[in-house]
């Protein structure tokens, strides 16, 4: 009776109150049935790139001296011509980039974090919001959007905006952790009303979904399990996967997205990589000229959203590291596949020498061993020694753990940098971010 409600409830509030969202959700559910959503991306991007050039300084003038049609058809070369989006440039000129005229109901600002450098302005067009795209996903997993969810967030929402969420989304329920500093009484109310609402979906950031998973497993608490675990913010260890999939008795489903652009990429129930969602962004993995490099080979993310038409973001220099994967997955969705991004807005450990050891390949050594760790953060200060500041699981010593750890990157710097490990008490977040890697380095 319960789901019976909140189906109607839902097919209500979509149909009749926000049909606009009701037809944005058909379309998108549909669209993957297109016969050729490479020839779509395109078009997309042709008709991006037109009206950027016509309604925002900044891109008439970053595109000036191109020599693009002038008809609005763009081949795939002429793209590859056009010059990235840097951070700075997005820093530097926000009010030139957005478009002319774009109203406050059209559009909201947005702002990193600021945890991979200076923090970075954007506006969120509203006219494509990314919630049928997420519908989209869960759909992939079974689950629908009037079904219950948890969701497991740093901080404690304000009070008038968990009103109007409870409000909005009548009868459904929804419940929040605050993960920052939870308590006691906290974690065990959030694991009641958890076993009481049933929720079939519990998102959060991988760091504070993964504590929560420790805190059940550590204390034998069982929960009702969910049908999917998803999980965004930072790069997945295969062990925390492991861990979380055993405490919640549910599937986690790894997602790539940012501040920037929201929704990216995505696992299906396969599970074989991540499906990029290539009707809304278009991705790109270049070299150090900004060429496409071959599918299986690392590169530099390049993004243009697609949807947003208030603040264009056009082959947008990330700051990530990832690949394509040359095969389609056996789910049959048309979306092409990359594989899970390691290298997440994260620095490299750098040594003297210029040796550069990525994110990536830290996240293959650690595995095997983050099983007996919460947290864990590298911080390289200015002389290029890197303190390894780590808060274990349990009363068990993990000194000789962690000494392996430091050793494998000492061995991977060729012995040009000292590793320290430090047992703390909390990881220092930067922003409302836990990064793997903070770099002092000048």
Request: charged share 25%.
């Amino acid at each position: 009776m319960g789901n019976s409600l909140a189906k109607a409830v839902f097919s209500f509030k979509t149909k009749i109150l926000n049909p606009k969202l009701n037809r944005l959700h058909q379309k998108t559910k549909n669209r993957l049935k297109e016969p050729n959503l490479e020839k779509y991306n395109l078009e997309k991007r042709q008709e991006l790139i037109h009206h950027a050039i016509t309604n925002s300084t900044f891109y008439a003038k970053k595109y000036g001296n191109l020599n693009l049609p002038k008809n609005g058809t763009l081949t795939q070369e002429d793209f590859l011509k056009i010059p990235p989006l840097t951070r700075t440039e997005l820093v530097e000129n926000f009010e030139n980039i957005k478009v002319k005229n774009v109203s406050s109901v059209a559009a909201k600002k947005v702002s990193t974090s600021g945890s991979t450098g200076h923090p970075i302005s954007i506006l969120r067009d509203l006219r494509n919001p990314e919630t049928p795209i997420r519908w989209r996903i869960l759909d992939w997993w079974g689950i629908e959007p009037w079904e219950n969810q948890a969701f497991i967030y740093r901080y404690k929402r304000p009070f008038s905006e968990r009103i109007s969420n409870a409000l909005l989304w009548w009868p459904t329920k929804r419940i929040f952790l605050a993960a920052a500093n939870p308590t006691k009484e906290h974690l065990e109310k959030f694991v009641t009303d958890f076993n009481s609402i049933k929720p079939s979906l519990l998102q959060g950031y991988v760091d504070v979904v993964f504590e929560f998973a420790l805190y059940l497993l550590d204390n034998n608490i069982k929960i009702h399990p969910p049908k999917m675990v998803w999980v965004t913010s930072a790069p997945l260890f295969e062990e925390q996967r492991e861990l979380m999939q055993k405490a919640f008795g549910a599937p986690v489903c790894d997602q790539y997205g940012n501040t920037e652009i929201m929704l990216i990429a995505a696992e299906c129930p396969e599970q074989k990589g991540l499906h990029i969602m290539q009707d809304t962004v278009h991705i790109e993995f270049v070299d150090q000229n900004n060429e496409p490099v071959p599918p299986n080979t690392i590169g530099r993310i390049l993004l243009t959203d697609l949807t947003n038409y208030a603040f264009p973001l056009i082959r947008y220099d990330i700051g990530d590291e990832g690949k394509f994967m040359d095969e389609m997955c056996t789910c049959g969705k048309q979306l092409p596949l990359m594989e899970n991004v390691r290298g997440r807005q994260a620095h490299n450990i750098q040594t003297p020498s210029g040796l550069r050891i990525r994110g990536e390949h830290l996240m293959a050594m650690f595995n095997g061993h983050m099983k007996n760790f919460k947290e864990i953060q590298l911080r390289q200060e200015a002389d290029y020694s890197v303190s390894m500041e780590y808060v274990p699981r349990g009363h068990h010593n993990h000194s000789k753990e962690i000494q392996n750890m430091a050793e494998l990157i000492m061995q991977r710097s060729r012995q040009e940098i000292k590793v320290y490990p430090k047992e703390v008490q909390k990881i220092q977040q930067v922003g409302r971010k836990t990064p793997l890697i903070v770099s002092n380095l000048k």
